[in-house]
Every structure is written in C-alpha cells, then in structure tokens.
C-alpha cells in the first residue's frame, strides 16, 4: 500500500512565520508528533532570505529592500541570498528523518533526489531541466531552482524555491551581486543566467498548474501520496514560539 505523507498547501505568510513553519515541523517531526511532510507556501510580502552563515550587510541591499517593502529573514539552512518573490515564486519545504529508507545518507545524494522532484514537477509542466550539484537546478544552463538543507535532530529539512514568474530586476536590485551599481547590462548579463518557468515556456503559468505539477513530482519521485493536512496544535504553538526569534533584529543581523 502506499505512503501517505501530509501536504501543507499553498500557505501564504510573512518571512517570520514561514520559517518559523519550516522549523515547527522540524521540531516535531523527530518526537513522532507529525508525519513526513512536503509544503508549498508564497511569501506576502516578498522577501530575502539569507543562508545561516552569511552576513546580511554583504548579500542584501537593505535601502532597496526598505524602499520596495521587501522583508529580509535568516534562514536555519545555509546556502545564498533568495529573493522570493510573492507574485513569481513557489517556496517548497520537506521535512522527514535521516534514517528514512528513501532518504540517501550522502549529502549531495540527497540533494539530488529531493531536487529530482522538483525536476520531474517542472518537467511536467514543459520545462527541460537537471540537477546541477550542489544544490541547483538548471534549464538550458540557467538557474530556475535554488535549494538549501539542514540536518539536525535526526531529520532532514530541505527547503528550495521554484521560479515560476520571478521579477529579475527586482532580485537583484535586493541581492547585492556586487559593488557594481544595477545597471542593465548587468541585468543582461543575469537573466543570462537565471530564467523562470513563464519566460522559458514562453507562457503564462497559474499558481495552481506549477502548484499540481509540483506535488505531481514528489509523489512520483517518493512513490508517496501527499494528502492535504493543517498544522498540529504542538506546531502551531511552536510557531508562535520561534515567530519571536525570526522576527529579531538579533537573529537576522548575528552576522
């Protein structure tokens, strides 16, 4: 028979709850208080998030973010800046225990596989694409996914963006990509390097089809069924709890 693991769909939320999401069911997965779970969720307002080990005064330009509402958040995973863009961008997150059967040991294993659902969701949607190591996916050799992973507690959590219609410009007016100011042959020279699912299909592409496509491939790629699910009340409450951290000048500036 098989699996059945939750599905936390479509949640839309600030940058302090979002993470703080990611982080509850991390929390709780490893107690047995919740199942191996996959979750979509956009980010209103759009935001920056930052790797754990990086310094916001270097990878965010702090004036453009306060001058367009963008949030900046620090994330628990490492990994680059992201720009997440509310109206272009699917976030997804899974969280299961290391010692999962389908879940390789290896880092990079992993990475592969989990970036394999993603890959099979975009393919599914028309997108020629691979894994690229570390942590990226490509299509045409342009970046179209960003992915980080954490492994603490004995779970993984893995958590990576889905470009579906992502403003450039704007990413890399919040993103400092170097001291060079914006101009547009840099921005020429980026979109160079990065597309997203509307552009390269050259097409619009609703939420709900990238949304189906995307739990279409973490079934196939788990041989799961992802069954749509709420938050336990022990995860809610941790929410809460963390939501005080993630919102704190002290975690996001502590490098």
Known sequence: MTETWRLIDMRIEDAPTQMSIDEAIALARPKGETPNTVRLYRWNPSAVSIGYFQSVEKEVNLEACEEKGVDVIRRITGGGAVYHD??????????????????????????????????????????????????????????????????????????????????????????????????????QAVEERVTNVRRYLGREVPFEEARDALVKGFEETFDVVLEPGELTEREEGLVRELHEKYSSREWVFQR
């Open 86 to 187: 509310y109206n272009g961008e699917i976030t997804y997150s899974l969280v299961a225990p290391e010692k999962d059967p389908r879940i390789p040991r290896d880092i990079l294993a992993s990475y592969e596989l989990i970036c394999g659902a993603i890959v099979r969701g975009l393919e599914e949607l028309g997108v020629d694409c691979e894994f690229k190591p570390v942590n990226d996916i490509v299509a045409g050799d342009k970046k179209i996914s960003g992915n980080a992973q954490t492994r603490r507690h004995g779970v993984v959590l893995q958590h990576g963006t889905v470009l579906v219609d992502s403003d450039i410009r704007t990413m890399f007016q919040v993103l400092r990509v170097s001291d060079a100011k914006i101009s547009d042959k840099l921005i």
